[in-house]
Every structure is written in structure tokens, then in C-alpha cells.
């Protein structure tokens, strides 16, 4: 079992940045592939960015590519999601996930364990 917890989430103003945070402890970090989903009142969760093992390999969604960037630290079995020129439809709860599997889906059934989610809220 891994139990996934994410911080770092607020209140910013458009054009503002975050930076979230998500540790994962349980099994050898190293041997997940992790990822950051979002959700908005009303909407599906929807893919974010995800990394791979080694960190080689990274991934994004149109909306976010070029604004966020998702790295991680596998010695403090935490994953990070830099958050630049926010914009208010970025606001949203954010989950960051951990997937057994190599590759990187951007579907939620691709991914075995969730945190509980931190709020993003970006004011226009």
C-alpha cells in the first residue's frame, strides 16, 4: 500500500505561481511513475503532467505545457508541480497519483493510488 499526500496548494492571483508538493511513502518511490490530475467543480478529473521513474521522461497537457513543470526528488520520495502564469481556469483540487505501470496515461484507471487533493484557487 502507498499513501499519497499532497500540500502547497492557495490562493493566488492570476499570473501568480505555486509550487505543490507530494510525497508518497510505502513501497520504493522510485518505482512509481507519478502524476498530477485536477478537478473543477462540476468537471471530470482531467490529466495534468506526470513523470517518469528516473525523472527522464515527462509529460503535459496542452493547457498547462510551457507553465508547469512536474520533477522529482526519488532520495525524499517527493514529486513537485511548478505552477507558473496561473490563470483562473486553472483552479481546481489537485491530486497527485502513483502508477505501478512504466508508461504514462493520462486516464485515471491507468493509476493505482491517490492523495486526498489540495485546492487551487486562482483569482482573475
Known amino acids: 500500500q502507498v499513501q499519497v499526500v499532497e500540500s502547497g496548494g492557495g490562493l493566488v492571483q492570476a499570473g501568480g505561481s505555486l509550487r505543490l508538493s507530494c510525497v508518497a511513502s510505502g513501497r520504493t518511490f522510485s518505482s512509481y511513475t507519478m502524476g498530477w490530475f485536477r478537478q473543477a467543480p462540476g468537471k471530470e478529473r482531467e490529466f495534468v503532467a506526470a513523470?517518469?521513474?528516473?525523472?527522464?521522461?515527462?509529460y503535459y497537457a496542452d493547457s498547462v505545457k510551457g507553465r508547469f513543470t512536474i520533477s522529482r526528488d526519488n532520495a525524499k520520495n517527493t514529486v513537485y508541480l511548478q505552477m507558473n502564469s496561473l490563470k483562473p481556469e486553472d483552479s481546481a483540487v489537485y491530486y497527485c497519483?502513483?502508477?505501478?505501470?512504466?508508461?504514462?496515461?493520462?486516464?485515471?484507471?491507468?493509476?493505482?493510488?491517490w492523495g486526498q487533493g489540495t485546492q487551487v484557487t486562482v483569482s482573475s
Open positions: 497519483a502513483a502508477g505501478q505501470a512504466s508508461v504514462i496515461y493520462t486516464t485515471t484507471s491507468g493509476w493505482n493510488y
Open positions: 513523470i517518469s521513474r528516473r525523472g527522464s521522461t515527462t
